[in-house]
């Protein structure tokens, strides 16, 4: 007998931006899929490539938002972002954002540049705040291992044939996002992103009915 099942096998999903994007649109879904539920989305956005004609603009507009989410107890209103799963896979988050440090990378916010304050009922919690990387290579530990938590890398790139590669340069195929108004590209780009799941100018729109899953 096969029992009916789903393995859930991970992602290290990327975001690719292009510099024609509405930024004003793009900015706050790229936040949402980056940290919704504390990153612990196997459809969160970890690797964020940004054309470089706009990836300082982008960068200062991202960081903004992310420092404006509020880490605490999910019964708050004002929260935007729990705590991890576990004191263990807390450590192991936190494990590779000393790693890219060590690697030369920057930590724009979060982790270990901020000084995360929780009220004493919250102190023993799991809780960390949402983490932006960037000046990392490709081949780095973070660009290539699935983190599972509030860190998302962001890098530069130049021509869609050069996203596209380095877009593909991981052993996961679950899920990848575009930002751009030209259609054309889209399509093209659909046709040769190495990944199941491809949102434009948005993230997380879906009907559960639709077949689920990666292609690598």
Same mark, same amino acid.
């Given at each position: 007998?096969?029992?009916? =099942?789903? =393995?859930?096998?991970?992602?290290?999903?990327?975001?690719?931006?292009?510099?024609?994007?509405?930024?004003?649109?793009?900015?706050?879904? #790229?936040?949402?899929?980056?940290?919704?539920?504390?990153?612990?989305?196997?459809?969160?956005?970890?690797?964020?490539?940004?054309?470089?004609? #706009?990836?300082?603009?982008?960068?200062?507009?991202? #960081?903004?938002?992310?420092? /404006?989410?509020?880490?605490?107890?999910?019964?708050?209103?004002?929260?935007?972002?729990?705590? =991890?799963?576990?004191?263990?896979?807390?450590?192991?988050?936190?494990?590779?954002?000393?790693?890219?440090?060590?690697?030369?990378?920057?930590?724009?916010?979060?982790?270990?540049?901020?000084?995360?304050?929780?009220?004493?009922? =919250? /102190?023993?919690?799991?809780?960390?705040?949402?983490?932006?990387?960037?000046?990392?290579?490709?081949?780095?530990?973070?660009?290539?291992?699935?983190?599972?938590?509030?860190?998302?890398?962001?890098?530069?790139?130049?021509?869609?044939?050069?996203?596209?590669?380095?877009?593909?340069?991981? /052993?996961?195929?679950?899920?990848?996002?575009?930002?751009?108004?030209?259609?054309?590209?889209?399509?093209?780009?659909?046709? /040769?992103?190495?990944?199941?799941?491809?949102?434009?100018?948005?993230?997380? #729109?879906?009907?559960?009915?639709?077949?689920?899953?990666?292609?690598?």
């Amino acid at each position: 007998h096969c029992k009916k =099942l789903s =393995l859930e096998l991970g992602g290290k999903n990327p975001c690719i931006i292009f510099a024609d994007a509405d930024l004003e649109k793009c900015i706050p879904t #790229v936040v949402r899929s980056s940290f919704t539920n504390q990153g612990e989305v196997c459809l969160c956005s970890s690797r964020i490539f940004v054309q470089r004609s #706009v990836y300082e603009t982008f960068l200062h507009k991202f #960081v903004d938002g992310v420092k /404006k989410m509020h880490v605490g107890n999910p019964a708050d209103p004002m929260t935007t972002m729990g705590a =991890l799963i576990s004191k263990e896979h807390l450590n192991k988050v936190k494990s590779y954002v000393n790693l890219a440090a060590e690697e030369g990378a920057r930590i724009l916010c979060g982790e270990s540049v901020e000084e995360l304050k929780l009220p004493d009922n =919250l /102190k023993d919690g799991y809780y960390m705040f949402p983490t932006v990387i960037t000046d990392l290579r490709d081949s780095s530990r973070c660009m290539q291992e699935e983190i599972f938590g509030p860190v998302t890398c962001v890098v530069p790139f130049d021509t869609e044939d050069e996203v596209i590669s380095r877009a593909n340069n991981v /052993k996961y195929g679950l899920s990848a996002s575009l930002w751009t108004q030209d259609v054309s590209r889209t399509m093209r780009m659909g046709r /040769k992103l190495e990944a199941a799941t491809i949102w434009t100018n948005c993230w997380m #729109v879906r009907d559960l009915n639709m077949p689920f899953g990666g292609m690598k």
